[in-house]
């Protein structure tokens, strides 16, 4: 298989998984997803925090939690002995949202992946393991 065909096929299964995501998840979306997910793993994170983990600037950074703010699904606290500090953390509607959001996703990579055998399924992950070098 050429680096072309390769292409070819991952950039049309990422655009279609992509397309479906942002429509089932809404209004949550994948970027939202995505900080949710950080923010479960952690218990609560600095906005600054989420610089390594997302590949976006401070500023894009700040929008996107302005937004889950409002949409109640993340809560901003100053910290008790450094006031400069702001500590983010998940809300109770942002852990159902992560909750389906998360649902939605396995489903749709499950449709997918229902298209090949099991064994086979088990040789895509390894073999894009490899790719990866994970």
Not at 54 to 62: H, M, Y
Request: avoid cysteine; charged fraction near 25%; glycine fraction near 4%.
């Amino acid at each position: 298989m050429h680096s072309e065909d390769f292409t070819k096929v991952w950039t049309k299964l990422s655009r279609d998984w992509k397309m479906n995501l942002e429509q089932s998840l809404a209004p949550l979306t994948e970027g939202q997803l995505n900080v949710l997910e950080l923010l479960l793993d952690s218990e609560q994170m600095k906005p600054s925090d989420l610089i390594q983990y997302l590949s976006t600037t401070p500023a894009a950074i700040t929008t996107i939690l302005d937004r889950m703010e409002r949409n109640e699904l993340i809560a901003r606290t100053r910290d008790e002995h450094d006031r400069r500090i702001v500590w983010i953390s998940v809300t109770g509607k942002g852990k159902t949202e992560a909750a389906r959001g998360r649902t939605i996703r396995n489903q749709i990579i499950e449709q997918s992946l229902d298209r090949i055998s099991s064994h086979n399924q088990q040789l895509l992950v390894y073999l894009l393991g490899k790719v990866a070098n994970a």
